[in-house]
């Protein structure tokens, strides 16, 4: 119990894009690792540190990083008198206190609730609302992939719930320091910007598997399939921003679009498995197209069945989200669960808190949703709720803060 | 991917009380973890199954099961026509599938959410409030250990999220696999029972930490050092309902009581570290006692220091709480944190989901919040919110129900 894990991580550091392991079985933490008998010890689940100023790639973290266990967002709004300057304070400090406890470190005047755990693959990512941009004078520095989104017809989106000056999405396999990172970053806005809202969200638990396999969402599905690979030769051109980009200040960042997504499982559930398939296009048991094959076989398109009907419909999710249905639009899809308990009327207030990756959101998640909000099968299941569309510069450079390039340059 | 986890699992099957681990580097799976690279392979804890009905222990999984990463508790209300018949039909359903879950299997016409992923721990542990009682005809069976508690003065208990007829609490390690328990055991209540209020908790995930270590909660503290051990003499009789109980049917049993407690962590977090150790009478780093030596060194209540006054204040919570100060009175508290965002003012909806277990709640629970009510230095950051009593059967003997004794003996 004397050991203290914050105090031995703290002399490693972290680096890596994907994620280090720190310590192990043949490590630092061996001798640590060899005293214990209980099915609990540290494992990579909590030593693995996920860099906030990764080495190659110059994009934030939390953004190819694998799904982590426990999510917040949140969002927050400049307080009045709050300009450019005083929000480039604040930037600087939140990249300071993200670094260090991405790194496993306790800042300043800590709380002590992420005291004893390893880092658990912490993920902080900071991005800018629309409004941002209006209160810090910096209405010429906006980007125009931060136009607001269209309205689409299944929306019944609380604007309370939506938006925002400032966005940080928070991750991390402990809730315990998912909860101590929210905590301390709320803090330091404190005088410059109010909370506006704040959302939490879960993935499976790494190790609950015997694979690293795809994500399950609440419906049951295989979700995260067909995803964008970053081995894909086009990744980085679709889910990053290039070097052409009007605003220099992204060159290497990304869009995050956010969307509350509630599922209405009691209506889901009473569908029969076969319905459900169609309604997707793919297994529920292994998340195989219906056209045959494993997870990773593609779908065959234009496959008709025997009653000359498309194997997988017309209006299936996956047929008319996919690139082939949108002009090769694709984005990186990596969102959470979330479950608020149940509403009034008995239904669970549970869904997917839906964020998606990419350099430009017209091409990519407006143009699927403008799609599915007009012949999605899966539509009739979902209510969006909430809304947010946010500019996520790239990482900070040696000594940099998140945004300084937007902020001071 | 098409390794299905749960298949390999339901050839297993589940035994021992604290929690057998299936498979493992060197066990049943050792081919399929052999084949893993990545650090999210399935390991012990997706694959620890806790025993619906424990071999040799007569109590409930969930009581002296080690902590879970996730929680849910839901309380039910029995519907206007349902009575013991129709009651006794639901505690069978619900016995069954949660000895199915526990074990990793998939119930009939499974919604899918937990499919892959091994049984993480999962536990579901039923109870019986006051009002079961009445609704049921059995009113002569009501042990008066559930006698409604007193009213405290610090109490601001929300009626619609205290009490209830049925109440569960399912853990698990792994957030998917606990919310399909949930809505498996939700679903069928239907036509029986209706939710009257359910809510979320999460502790730290196994692997976060170095060694199997006492929880934080989300004060910071170090919180369960002083909890009686399954190895004390009087461990059983503390915890679990003897040979001489007015209610033969719960025998083997214990009660619960449950408080939502909310914790003011924008007040409590402004108090000087050395203020928050008084306020608990422990180190906030360790655990261990202000009058000095490790997180397990007991305290020393009769230490003055150069001032002449207690070391550990005369109000220090867990002074006021320790059996010297009860007549002896011990319970075990076994409880999970929540965090549901953040209030309109700005302040976070988090604490503690207090879940305390022990024979008599007369003379334990009630007998120490009494005293914490009048004298705890830690009750002007807490609120009370909601509140419940539940009377938690032995486990089902081979063949049985949980609370088939009750419902039909
Ligand atoms: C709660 C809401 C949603 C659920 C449950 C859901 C579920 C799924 C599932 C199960 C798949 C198939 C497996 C996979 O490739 O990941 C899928 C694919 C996909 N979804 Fe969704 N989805 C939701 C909302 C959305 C939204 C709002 C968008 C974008 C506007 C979207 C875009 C996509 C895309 C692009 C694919 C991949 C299609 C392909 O290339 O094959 N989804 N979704
Ligand atoms: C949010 C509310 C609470 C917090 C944050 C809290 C925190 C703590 C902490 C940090 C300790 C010292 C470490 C330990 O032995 O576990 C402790 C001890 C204890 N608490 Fe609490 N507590 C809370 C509510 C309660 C309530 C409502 C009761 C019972 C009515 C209670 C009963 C006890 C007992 C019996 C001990 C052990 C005292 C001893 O034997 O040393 N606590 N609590």
Same mark, same amino acid.
């Given at each position: 119990m004397e050991l203290s894990r914050r105090r031995l991580l703290g002399t490693v550091g972290a680096a890596g894009a994907a994620g280090l392991v720190v310590g192990? =079985?043949?490590? =630092?933490l061996g001798v640590a690792a060899a005293q214990d008998d209980g $099915?609990?010890? /540290?494992t990579t689940l909590g030593s693995t540190a996920v860099a906030f100023r990764p080495a190659r790639a110059k994009h934030q973290a939390g953004i190819t990083t694998p799904l982590q266990a426990k999510g917040h967002l949140v969002a927050f709004d400049l307080t009045p008198g709050s300009g450019r300057k005083e929000a480039a304070a604040l930037l600087r400090r939140w990249s300071r206190t993200a670094e260090e406890l991405m790194a496993g470190h306790a800042p300043h005047? !800590?709380?002590?609730?992420? /005291?004893?755990?390893? $880092? #658990? #693959?912490l993920t902080v990512t900071f991005g800018f609302g629309h409004g941002f941009f209006d209160r810090t004078g910096l209405t010429k520095r906006r980007p125009t992939q931060l136009d607001p989104l269209p309205d689409f017809s299944a929306d019944a989106l609380d604007p309370r719930r939506s938006n925002g000056d400032l966005w940080i999405q928070i991750g991390a396999d402990d809730a315990l320091v998912a909860f101590h990172a929210l905590r301390a970053l709320q803090k330091e806005a404190a005088g410059t910007a109010r909370l506006r809202w704040q959302m939490n969200g879960f993935n499976r638990t790494p190790g609950a598997t015997a694979q690293p396999m795809t994500a399950r969402n609440l419906m049951g599905q295989v979700d995260g399939t067909n995803n964008p690979k $970053? #081995? !894909? $030769?086009?990744f980085d051109e679709r889910i990053f921003v290039g070097r !052409?980009?009007?605003?220099?200040?992204?060159?290497g960042g990304s869009y995050a679009v956010v969307r509350r997504i509630r599922m209405l499982l009691d209506e889901w559930e009473k569908q029969p498995l076969a319905k459900q398939e169609k309604v997707i296009g793919r297994r529920k048991s292994n998340g195989a197209p219906l056209t045959g094959g494993s997870e990773t076989t593609p779908m065959r398109l234009d496959a008709n069945g025997p009653d000359g009907l498309p194997v997988i419909p017309a209006d299936a999710h996956a047929r008319v989200a996919a690139p082939e249905s949108n002009q090769g639009a694709a984005m990186l899809r990596r969102p959470f669960s979330f479950h608020d308990g149940f509403r009034d009327d008995g239904a669970p207030d549970a869904g997917l808190l839906f964020v998606c990756w990419q350099a430009d959101p017209l091409r990519a998640f407006t143009q699927i949703q403008r799609k599915l909000d007009r012949g999605d099968a899966l539509s009739v299941f979902l209510r969006h709720e909430a809304s947010g569309l946010y500019a996520v510069p790239p990482a900070a450079e040696a000594g940099d803060y998140v945004g300084r390039p937007l902020l001071e340059g």
């Open positions: 192990g =079985a043949g490590g =630092a $099915p609990e010890a /540290l005047a !800590d709380t002590g609730v992420a /005291l004893d755990a390893g $880092p #658990s #693959s $970053p #081995s !894909d $030769p086009d !052409d980009a009007d605003q220099q200040w992204m060159r």
